[in-house]
């Protein structure tokens, strides 16, 4: 891997962690979207510049991710299993189970005041859809919840990852020995948000890719002749302009409604990653020649996962005090990702600084 | 004297006050609210709190403000029009099984979907013409059909019929009571009546017990009393049993009305005290109702009784059609319903009445008396330190009630006045105005008229009889006592005179009649007065402080004429002159409420603040109540038990049990504020109604959907809402909002809907929540979204594809115009550089050699002739080349018949030269194949290059040429019979040019060759 893919790959993973924030930081009245989520309330600017962001132009970043973790595990086939899968413990699990525990933490903290607690209530975002103080749930609850169904319910996509990667000699064996089929397979798995157990078929597809992209050697490092950025640019905003306005004007109780969304939601992640990846070489560039930016990328993991359940925490904390204020749940949904952007930086700093080796385990030694 | 002791005597005399503790309002057809018919048989409460009701003239929904007619005709159901209804019992799922007894017809009726269909009846054997019958329900669910002079049908969810299964086998010859049907669910049973006695199925064992068939030996069954025809049965919550029936002892037309103890071995006589009322034989009950505190209703054909708990004694409600305003009228009464809150309804043959308290210990008592009975022309009221009640009539002086309004033996006047007095005075006495008790002494004072005063001491029971001079003879209007525990007194004259020091003294003359005298929290004295304003004074020296009148000032009063005064707790002083005044002394503004501010009406009587800090108003128009903290006004009347208000204008008084009373006239109405208080929020408000244009639309069906599309032309609504709390629903405030239009909320007027018309296409959220008199909102908003649904050209995602469309169509465009500068480009780059290799290298040649020869011309004329020769072969060869250029360029040779036809041209102008005889040999299909210029010049030159190769260097006599079509594919194929070559060693530009052009055709040309055998080249290439 030549060294501009490889900070090419920082770079995106970079900023497909940052774009979280404003994917989880939507005050839609749906409080989880999925992709052929339809919009009952009426279509404000506010309301279609959420949807937009987060269920349509931002959605991407995870398949993006995946992509990205298949192709970089794949470099590493001469490694032995065993050896590699105790490395993957350390950087997936153990801090799966350690932010889980946080979030868990700031929740309980959350709770023990009057606003902050109506805060957490207003948010929702028990897993289990209990969203009383963990005091009154008690300890198996929590366990529970910290072991299975974590408050920070994105940390999933580190929990799959690492599933990934104890597949990976058969998901590795059956790309080499017939990839269309299993690309079918998994494509299937992605659109029928197949999950057994904690193998969630959501990012198989994309990881496969990532994959199959690197046995193949697929020369993502330069831009394919039939690339057009045009095209690539417009099918990714223009489908996801169409998506967002269809998902707030199309009749949710017909059948073929969310065909047409996941239709759309594929056209415009596959427009976007490829538009995303081969678009923006210059920007790259520029990017990690800064000092700044290397050293706020350096922080990925730390964004990722300590932003929930802190962004929709603040969301409704910002609600109480700015609902007198004229557009305020815009207003909310611009400025309180951007807070726990810094919040998570500064952080992350001090706890790099504070407790190197304890960040080392929280991070599985990234960062440094 | 004989005045004293006539009233003496009648004081003695004491009655028990009729308690009446219901006041029924009435609907009938007559309200204009949509009520079918007056014989009302049926009532249901559903699980959303609508009323159901069963008419003579069908079913019908009552939400409170109207009734909605319930007709179906719907597509999968039968049809339901205007049938009389006459028993509704709740099936799953909010469906409504109804009896039609009369057409022998049986139903179930779904709300959600408005669809009706016909229940079967599938007896065993034939039911006999003139059967009644009776639906039960029992604690499984499961329904059954009591059918006189047959049995028992069973409810077939799945056949949608009453089937025999013969679930309860009676013993044979007996014949069902259809109203004696009763589970017992703690014991596992089910009881029925019979004509020939009491039988009780008993689930455990599936064995019908009865008087000859009695292994549990149970006294009821052996009691030969109740071996007679059971006609009602039902067990109470104290476990008693209540059994009604015409027996065949006796002469069988009377009734009786036994209650047994749990066993059924004790008859509980004491428990059935006031039920037999009346002549026996004019009037049946049929029912037994328990309420959910546990109070008894009996009704049936002239027959409503209740159970007063107080008296240990049923009360009969009598029918009547009188006008003391709480008269109840009925001959029968069908049902009795306890809806969620607790209010009663009944079903009778004149319409429907309901009483918003169920309770009889939380009623108002609204009592008019006689003379007989209690007090009259009652002018003043005054609790007694041990709870008893006292009041100053302008007839009979002062007579006393205990708490309760009932009147007690008091003897007042213990003592006649003065013998000396002169008869007027002698009369005065019983002309009692005003009541006070003077907290230092325990003296009870009376303001009597032609200003005679009473005092009597409550210890010593002695009598004062007074008549100061002061008072100038006037009747002593009002009296009170100041905090110092000096006496006031105001004279119908105008005087203020104050008692202290055992003496009177004028302190203050106005002049006209003084109503009140008021002592504010700080001390002050306020004077209500007839035609002269309202006064502050100063008590201490009689200075006047502030006076308000109707002088059309700033703080000008509505009226110079007050009769009460009050205060508030934030020291508000509230004047009642007509209207409402609110009176604030430090800045002395005076704000009026007044009829178009809520009141309801501009004569405001009586005041009196409770407790809490509410201010209750007697009007012309009745009681209302004034809740300073949100400034609304509640008006309470019939539905809320108070009848009698506009006409207890004299008086009021707040007991020290918490109680306020108004009195006046012979009327008295006493009621403890904290019942029309409510802890509670009010339930959520509920969609009554959805209206299309003037359609009603099934609103259960509408709401049980995440929302309501309509077409783009479906745009004028109307939806109709309200609190099903049929005793809150007046007095709540509705707020709505629709989002997508209303900005803001909106409050409700008393129409209970709202309209919107020609709404764009959107999505809307209608919401609406309302607000009781204390404030609090209820639990949840209430939203229905509407989705009108705008045509798909009219769409934002449509737009945004017509853009993306569009686009892409400038992309397509810019495409080909791209694409055509690059073909021009590439076009004259092709030129240019056949014409550099082609003709530029060979005039250089040929430029060269025509130096040569021109130096040699004189020299070496064979050099020279040489050198021409060159030059004349190059030349040729140049034209050759720029014939080949000019050739594929011209777009008149794009067909394939031009191609092939210099192909042949070629091979004939070349092989005939070396007499090579050869066949050229095109399929048909070729001529279909389009080449461009490129292609088309590529192809051409590798056929030339193959066939100048066989005729130069092959040595052959037959060249076999061929062009066809295989697959998509052109083939060409030259074969000769030459000499051949070995391919491996073979070197030279031509095969070299010929691969690069293949190349260039996306085909590939194989040469196969063998010395002595002659080649082959073949060329494939493909083609569109």
Redesign the interface.
Known sequence: MDRFLSQKFKFYSFVSISLLLYVHGYNLQDSYLTPYSTV????TFTTFIEYFLANGALRFRIPLLFIISGYIYSLQDKKPYAERIKRRFATLIVPFFFWSAVGILVTFIWQQFDVTAQAVRDAALDQLGDNRPYNEIGWPGVLYRWLVRPVSFHLWFIRSLFIYNVLYPFISWFISKAPMVWLAIVFLFWHTVFSFLFIEGQGLFFFSLGVLINKYNYPIYKKPLWF?H??SW?FFL??S??KT??A??????NAGTPFILYALHDISIGAGILAIWFGADPVVKWCMEKKWFQWAASFSFIIFAFHVPLVHYTTRLAFVYWNHLPNYRLLTYLVVPIFIFFVCLVTGALFRKIFPKVYRLATGGRGF | MRAFFFVSLLLLFTTTLPAQRFTFTHITTDDGIGLASNHVTSLHQDEKGFIWIGTANGLQRFDGSKFIQISTSKNGGDKLMYPRISQIVPADSGKLILGMFTLRQFGIFDPSTFIYKKIVLKPLRKIPASSEYRLWKDSQGEIYLNVQNYGILHFNKKDNSFVDDNLFPLPKGWALNTLAAFENKAKQQYWFGCDSGLCIYDKRSRQMWYSRNNPANLPILNDARINSNVGKIYIDRLHRIWLFGYPKWGNGSQQYRFCLDSTGSSYLNKDTAGLDYGVRGSNDYRHIFETKEGDLWIYGLNALLNFDKNAHRFDYIKSGTGNDNISIDYESVFQILEDKEGNIWLATNQGIYYTATGSSNSSVVNSTFTDKTGPTAINDIMELPNGNLLFASGRRGVTATDRFLKSINIPWYTQPPPAEWPQSLKDAVYQTWSLSIQSTTGDVWTGCNSGVLVIRNLETKKLQYLHPPEFNNSRIQYITEDKQGQMWLATQGGRLIKYSNNKFSVVLEIGTIIYKVFIDRQGWMWLATRESGLYAIDPSNGKILQRYTDDGGWNSLYSNTGTDIEQLKNDQIVFAGGALHFIDKATRTVLKVQYEDGLPSNTVIRLRTDEKGFLWIVTSNGLCRYNPNNKHITPYGRRDGVVLAELTIAADYSTSFGEIIFGGSNSVIMFNPAMFSTTQPPPDVTITDFKLFNQYLPVDSLLSKPRISLKNDENSLSIYFASLSYRQRDKLTYYYKMEGIDKDWVKADRSYFVNYSLLPPGKYSFKIYCENIEGMRCSNVTDLNIYIKPPYYKTWWFMSFLLFIVALLVYAVHDIRVNRLLAVESLRTRVARDLHDDMGSTLSTINILSSMAKNKVEVDNGKTTEYLGKISEYSERMMDAMDDIVWSIKPANDSMQKITARMREFATNVLEAKEIDFNFNIDDSVNDVKLNMEARRDFFLIFKEAVNNAAKYSQAKHLEMRLTMKNRKLLLVVKDDGVGFDVAEADGNGLGNMQKRADQLNGYITIESQKGKGTSVNLTIPVV
């Open positions: 009952q309330e009426p279509l057009s045009y095209l417009l223009g489908i302009v169409i306005f269809m707030f004007e199309l009749d949710p109780t």
